[in-house]
C-alpha cells in the first residue's frame, strides 16, 4: 500500500511539474508578446478581471474540498456505487454554483465605475468582462466534476496531462492571433474553447477509465449522507471566505485606491510567484490524493510524523524561493518586461513575504482538508477578512501598492499564523503545536540572516547596471549559498534523511541499475 501511495505520488509530480515547467515558459512568453502587441491598460484589465472572478468563486462554498474528502474512503475501497451517487449529488450542486456565480457575475458590471480607478481609454470592456465571465462558470456548467475521481484516486496526473496537452495548444494560438491581429478580444476566446475542450476531454477519459460508475448511474446518497456534506461544506465556505479575501481582493484594493494601472505593472510580479508557486505546490498536490488514502487507513502517530518530513521539505522550497524572489525579483522584471515596470525592493520584499507565508501555510491546509477538519476554528476566516479588507484600503490609501501587500501580511500573521497549527496538532493528531512553534521561529531566524547577507551581495553584483550576466551570476550566488546554509543546519535531521533515502531509492538506485 505505501509504495503504491508513493509511485502515485511520483506520477503526479513527475507529470505535474513537467506540465508547469511548460507552463510557466508559456506563459512568460505569453505575456512578453502580450506587453509587446497590446498597450499596458489591457494587461491591467486582465489582472483585475481576473481579481473579481476569484472573489466571485467564493460561491463554490466549499462543496469541492468536501466531495473530493468524503470520495477518498468509497475509491479506495472500490465502491462505485457510492462513488456514483456522490458524483451525481456533486453534478447537481455545481449545475447551481455555476448559475450563482455567473449572476453575481452580471451584478458586478454596474458597479465596475467605482471599482476601476482612472478608467483607461479601453473600448469593449464589459463584453470582456462577460468572457471572463463564461470561462470561470463554463467549468461548473460541463463536466469538471467528474475530475474528483481522479483526485480522490491518486490519479490527478490524467488530467494534469491533458491540461498541459491543452495548455500548449492555448499558448500556440494566442500567440499567433496576438503577432497576427493584436486583438485582446481573440486572446480570451481561445482561452474559453481551450477550456471547454479541457473539461470535455478529462469528462471522456474518466468514463472510460472508470465504466463501474456509470453502471450506477441511478445511485442516490441518503438524506443524511447529504447533510453532512453540508455541514462540511458550510465550514469549509468560512475558510474559502477567508482564502478569497486574503488572496484575491489585492487587485481589487489596488484598482480602486490606488489606479487600475498599477494592477497591471503588479500582475507581471505575482506570474513570477504564481509560476514559482504552481511548481511547487505540485509537490503538495501529488501528494493530496494519497493522503486522503493514508488518513484512511493509517494511524494519528504515522500521519503526525509524515506531517513533519513534508513541512520540512515545505520549508526548504519555500524559504530558498522566498530568498530567490526577493533578491531577483527587480533584476529579472528589468530584464524581461522594462525598467518602467519595476516596483522596487519594498514591494518585492512585501510580495516575497506573502508568497513564503502563504506557501507555508499550505501544507496545513492540505492535511487540514485530508484530514476531514472542516469544522474548527469555522470562524477564523471571517476576522482574517475583515481585517484584511480593513487593512489594506486604509494602508494603500497611505502606502499605496506597498500598503495594500503589507496589509494580507499583516492579516495572516495575525491569526491564521497561530491559530491553524494549533487546529491541525490538537485535533488532526493529538500532539501540543509548540514543537511547530519553535521550528517555525528558528527557521524565521535564519532566513532573515541569509536574506541580509545576500542583500548585502545584490548591492555588490549590481553595483553598476543590471545584464543578464550579472543576473545570472547572482542567482547563482543565491541557490548555493542558500542550500549549503540549509544543508549545515539540516543535514543531520531525521526529516533531511528520510527524502535523502528515497532519493537515494527512486533516482540513484534506478540510474546505477540502469548503467550496470
Known amino acids: 500500500m505505501g509504495n503504491s501511495r508513493l509511485k502515485n505520488s511520483a506520477l503526479n509530480f513527475a507529470s505535474g511539474f513537467l506540465g508547469r515547467v511548460l507552463t510557466i515558459l508559456l506563459n512568460f512568453i505569453v505575456r512578453t508578446i502580450f506587453i509587446h502587441c497590446l498597450n ?82 479601453v473600448s469593449g470592456l464589459t463584453l470582456y468582462y462577460i468572457l471572463f465571465l463564461i470561462n470561470t462558470t463554463i467549468s461548473y456548467w460541463f463536466i469538471s466534476y467528474k475530475a474528483s475521481v481522479l483526485y480522490a484516486d491518486q490519479k490527478e496526473y490524467i488530467k494534469t496531462n491533458v491540461q498541459n496537452a491543452t495548455t500548449i495548444l492555448q499558448s500556440v494560438l494566442q500567440i499567433v492571433l496576438l503577432l497576427i491581429f493584436r486583438k485582446y478580444l481573440l486572446y480570451l476566446l481561445v482561452q474559453l474553447v481551450c477550456n471547454i475542450i479541457l473539461n470535455l476531454y478529462v469528462a471522456h477519459l474518466v468514463d472510460k477509465r472508470y465504466p463501474q460508475i456509470r453502471e450506477h448511474q441511478d445511485a ?68 493530496t490524493g494519497s493522503l486522503g488514502n493514508f488518513f484512511a487507513t493509517e494511524d494519528k502517530h504515522a500521519g503526525y510524523l509524515l506531517f513533519r518530513k513534508i513541512e520540512f521539505l515545505n520549508f526548504w522550497l519555500y524559504g530558498f524561493s522566498f530568498i530567490a524572489l526577493v533578491t531577483l525579483l527587480d533584476p529579472f522584471v528589468q530584464i524581461w ?87 491541525i496538532h490538537k485535533y488532526g493528531f493529538g500532539v501540543s503545536a509548540k514543537p511547530f512553534f519553535t521550528r517555525y521561529t528558528k527557521r524565521i531566524l535564519l532566513l532573515s540572516v541569509i536574506l541580509v547577507l545576500l542583500l548585502w551581495a545584490r548591492r555588490l553584483v549590481f553595483s553598476t547596471e543590471i545584464t543578464v550576466l550579472n543576473f545570472i551570476a547572482m542567482a547563482a550566488i543565491v541557490t548555493i549559498f542558500t542550500n549549503i546554509v540549509f544543508w549545515l543546519f539540516y543535514h543531520g535531521c531525521e526529516e533531511y534523511n528520510y527524502f535523502k533515502m528515497i532519493f537515494r531509492e527512486r533516482v540513484i538506485a534506478p540510474i546505477k541499475r540502469k548503467l550496470t
Open 40 to 121: 499596458e491598460a489591457y494587461l491591467s484589465v486582465n489582472g483585475l478581471y481576473s481579481n473579481i472572478l476569484t472573489v466571485l468563486s467564493l460561491a463554490e462554498l466549499g462543496f469541492g474540498s468536501a466531495m473530493v474528502f468524503r470520495m477518498y474512503a468509497p475509491v479506495a475501497a472500490k465502491d462505485y456505487q457510492k462513488t456514483a451517487a456522490l458524483l451525481h449529488f456533486y453534478k447537481k450542486i455545481y449545475a447551481i454554483i455555476g448559475a450563482v456565480i455567473f449572476g453575481l457575475g452580471l451584478c458586478v458590471i454596474p458597479f465596475m465605475d467605482y471599482i476601476i480607478k482612472d478608467k483607461p481609454d
Open 220 to 287: 442516490r446518497l441518503t438524506s443524511d449522507e447529504r447533510g453532512q456534506i453540508k455541514k462540511d461544506a458550510e465550514a469549509l465556505v468560512l475558510s474559502r471566505f477567508g482564502h478569497v479575501a486574503l488572496n484575491g481582493t489585492d487587485n481589487i484594493i489596488i484598482s480602486a485606491v490606488v489606479g487600475v494601472l498599477w494592477v497591471g505593472r503588479l500582475s507581471n510580479y505575482t506570474l513570477i510567484c504564481d509560476s514559482v508557486t504552481s511548481v511547487l505546490c505540485q509537490i503538495t498536490a501529488a501528494i
Open 337 to 423: 518586461a522594462g525598467g518602467r515596470f519595476v516596483l522596487g525592493l519594498p514591494i518585492s520584499i512585501a510580495i516575497a513575504i506573502n508568497f513564503f507565508v502563504a506557501g507555508y501555510m499550505n501544507t496545513l491546509w492540505v492535511f487540514r482538508s485530508t484530514l476531514g477538519l472542516f469544522k474548527q476554528g469555522k470562524f477564523r476566516p471571517i476576522l482574517v477578512a475583515i481585517l484584511n479588507i480593513v487593512l489594506s484600503i486604509v494602508l494603500g490609501k497611505l502606502w499605496g501598492v506597498f500598503g495594500v501587500l503589507f496589509a494580507t501580511f499583516l492579516s495572516r500573521a495575525s491569526i491564521s499564523l497561530w491559530y491553524d497549527p494549533i487546529i
